[in-house]
């Protein structure tokens, strides 16, 4: 098992964005700033944790200090964070388990991986 926190207030997945000039799609640098969050979280593991290969379970807890959205978002976040660093590809994760936390005063996100 392996567990880390991000202090202060989670961000949820945001909805991709398209350039009205260009009609490319690209991801909010909100959401982009946040999952490099999620990601140097797990980096920062010491010894850092190798990729797993077999089924994962991920675990996310989600204490919202104020602004409510919705559980999904968050844990499509962690996902898309750690792909390719807490496991080779996301179609391992088997298991997601996942709760919410309202008003809490103090605002995190507490993530667990592990091997299923």
């Known amino acids: 098992m392996t567990a880390f926190t991000v202090p202060g207030k989670p961000v949820p997945k945001g909805r991709p964005r398209i350039n009205k000039a260009t ?14 969050t999620i990601g140097n979280a ?7 944790p190798a990729a797993l290969t077999g089924n994962v379970a991920l675990y996310v807890s989600v204490y919202e200090g104020g602004h409510a959205a919705d559980l999904d978002n968050y844990v499509k976040i962690v996902g898309d964070a750690l792909n390719t660093l807490a496991w080779v590809d996301d179609k391992q994760v088997t298991a997601i388990h996942a709760a919410i936390y309202r008003k809490h005063p103090n605002p995190r996100l507490e993530v667990e991986v592990l091997p299923q």
Do not use: F, K, N
């Open 42 to 48: 797990w980096i920062a593991l010491s010894p850092r």
């Open 23 to 36: 009609g490319a799609v690209y991801t909010a640098r909100r959401t982009q700033e946040y999952e490099d």
